[in-house]
């Protein structure tokens, strides 16, 4: 399982989950190549570990438990995903 991050992202890409996820496995991070151009941030799958605590930190609500993600937004799943490819 892992968190992911949809949609009400885009545009706003504040980071202030970066600053919370206990194994900085969201990317691009604020001094990352690509932070200034990346529509949004995305979750690595392979390296979160499900603790939550960047769900309640995004201002915005774009962060979700995978199975939480609303229908809409399942998409983000794969988007988050390929970043990482
Ligand atoms: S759930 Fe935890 S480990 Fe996963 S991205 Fe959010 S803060 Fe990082
Ligand atoms: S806190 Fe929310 S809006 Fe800010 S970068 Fe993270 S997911 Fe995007």
Same mark, same amino acid.
């Given at each position: 399982?892992?968190?992911?991050?949809t949609?009400?992202?885009?545009g706003v890409?504040d /980071?202030s989950?970066?600053?919370?996820?206990?194994?900085d496995?969201i990317h691009?991070s604020q #001094?990352?190549?690509?932070?200034?151009?990346a529509?949004?941030l995305y979750?690595n799958?392979? *390296?979160?570990?499900?603790?939550? /605590?960047?769900?309640? /930190?995004?201002?915005?609500? &774009?962060?979700? *438990? *995978?199975?939480a993600t609303?229908d *809409?937004?399942?998409h983000?799943?794969?988007i #988050? &995903?390929?970043?990482?490819k």
């Amino acid at each position: 399982m892992t968190y992911v991050i949809t949609q009400p992202c885009i545009g706003v890409k504040d /980071a202030s989950c970066v600053d919370v996820c206990p194994v900085d496995c969201i990317h691009p991070s604020q #001094n990352e190549e690509g932070f200034d151009t990346a529509e949004q941030l995305y979750i690595n799958p392979d *390296e979160c570990i499900d603790c939550g /605590a960047c769900e309640p /930190a995004c201002p915005v609500t &774009a962060i979700f *438990e *995978e199975s939480a993600t609303p229908d *809409e937004w399942k998409h983000f799943i794969k988007i #988050n &995903a390929d970043f990482f490819k």
